[in-house]
């Protein structure tokens, strides 16, 4: 896909389905997000933040892994990655 300003971009969106047994499903959601992208709709924002990325991204993958991953992802995130990230933006 590409975005406002023509610069290709990879979007992954989830579907919240589980993995097994939903192919069907999913293949349905895949043709109504690129109906809209070929309507023109922009599916994204060009002013994404890193953090509201990896925030999305966290929750995206929550259903995906083992319940304890997921808690030391959240922990790296919250004492590392998000006040680093802050600070950097902060700073000149």
Do not use: C
Not at 14 to 28: D, I, M, Y
Not at 41 to 60: A, K, M, Q
Request: proline letters at 5%.
């Amino acid at each position: 896909m590409k975005d406002t300003t023509g610069a290709r971009r990879q979007k992954w969106i989830s579907t919240g389905l589980p993995v097994k047994g939903n192919k069907a499903r999913a293949a349905e959601q895949l043709r109504k997000v690129l109906d809209e992208y070929e309507k023109g709709h922009v599916l994204f924002s060009t002013r994404t933040s890193l953090l509201e990325l990896l925030e999305e991204w966290l929750e995206n993958v929550k259903p995906l892994i083992e319940p304890n991953t997921y808690t030391n992802y959240e922990i790296v995130y919250r004492a590392h990655l998000k006040p680093a990230v802050t600070v950097t933006m902060r700073t000149p």
